[in-house]
């Protein structure tokens, strides 16, 4: 995949984003910030139409930024048992995804997937082998309204208890011929398939875009 699918609407939002958050965050003149707000907030009008993200979680990831624009990182826990995996029923858009989300700061790229796989899933994982570092807008056919490099690990797992959470509504294993409906912007079938090939092939060398 690559970013000539992206549609051209998307493009432009995520550059009229990328000026506004470069305006406010070096220009002095009151006039010019009101410009460059009003320009921010267009953006996050285009990219809530046209995507799955609330505007609360577009402004969230946008707006408290400052200066230049740098691509979100979101990380995965791939839990593969035989033939199947565990996904989580995402609650923003009634599909399933392997658990995950976005880094938090202060955390290692590890400790942010076993946090959430314990929130999202309930599951106690130790992520042992790297599977890939994307760039997710070339490898997905989701229109997203962030850059974003995706981290996805192989996890020995020790269980999961699944409990009520913000983001998900349940956890539940499947087999990888037959997966539910994926929440294409967190997951899709080629990065599962992917998951596999790590854990099956001993001489895998991990993805990196």
């Not at 200066?67 to 990380?75: A, E, F, I, L």
């Not at 398939?193 to 991990?206: G, Q, S, T, V």
Request: charged share 30%.
């Amino acid at each position: 995949m690559n970013k000539d699918h992206e549609p051209n609407w998307l493009n432009w939002a995520k550059r009229i984003q990328s000026l506004a958050q470069q305006g406010l965050s070096y220009t002095k003149d009151k006039y010019e910030l009101d410009r460059y707000q009003q320009l921010r907030d267009l953006s996050v009008e285009i990219m809530n139409e046209y995507t799955d993200e609330t505007p609360e979680k577009i402004k969230d990831l946008f707006c408290f930024e400052r200066g230049y624009q740098t691509p979100k990182n979101d990380v995965r826990g791939a839990i593969l048992v035989e033939d199947d995996i565990l996904l989580v029923h995402e609650k923003i858009d009634n599909k399933w995804a392997m658990p995950g989300g976005w880094c938090d700061i202060g955390l290692s790229i590890r400790e942010n997937i076993k946090k959430e796989c314990l929130e999202e899933a309930g599951a106690v994982v130790n992520p042992t082998k790297l599977v890939c570092v994307l760039d997710w807008v070339s490898n997905t056919k989701a229109p997203l309204p962030y850059a974003i490099y995706k981290t996805v690990m192989l996890c020995n797992f020790d269980g999961y208890k699944f409990q009520d959470n913000t983001e998900t509504m349940e956890a539940e294993f499947f087999n990888r011929y037959d997966l539910p409906e994926l929440s294409e912007g967190r997951t899709n079938e080629f990065l599962i398939n992917l998951c596999f090939e790590a854990r099956d092939n001993p001489e895998y060398i991990p993805i990196i875009d």
